[in-house]
C-alpha cells in the first residue's frame, strides 16, 4: 500500500541515493579506509586472544574445546564408513555362502 504511494517512492530514492553517495564518499576517503582496517585487524586479533584463552580455560576444566569435538566427530564419520563397508562385505559373504548351499 506504501510502496504504490509517489511520495513515499520518491522519499526512499532520495535516501538511497543519498546513502550511495555517503558510502562511495566514505569509501573514498583513506582515512575512513585505513581506520576500518584498522578496527577489523584488531577485532581478528581480539578474536584469536578470547580464542587462545577460552580454549585454555576449557582444558583447565578438562572440557572438550569445538575443535576437540569436531576432531572427534571425523572420527566417528571415518568409523561409520569402515562399518558400512565391514557390513556390505559381510552381505556379500552371506549372501554368497547362502548360494552355494
Do not use: I, Y
Not at 584463552?53 to 568409523?79: F, T
Request: aromatic residues 0%; charged residues 30%.
Amino acid at each position: 500500500m506504501l510502496k504504490d504511494n509517489p511520495v513515499v517512492k520518491k522519499l526512499v530514492e532520495t535516501g538511497e541515493e543519498r546513502a550511495g553517495k555517503l558510502a562511495q564518499q566514505l569509501m573514498s576517503n583513506e582515512k575512513f579506509v585505513a581506520a576500518v582496517q584498522t578496527v577489523v585487524s584488531r577485532t581478528l586479533a581480539a578474536k584469536g586472544t578470547l580464542d587462545g584463552a577460552l580454549r585454555s580455560a576449557l582444558s583447565a576444566m578438562n572440557l572438550p574445546s569445538s575443535a576437540d569435538v569436531e576432531q572427534l566427530r571425523n572420527k566417528v564419520d571415518d568409523l561409520e564408513r569402515l562399518l558400512s563397508s565391514v557390513e556390505s562385505k559381510l552381505d556379500t559373504l552371506t549372501a554368497a555362502a547362502q548360494k552355494k548351499k
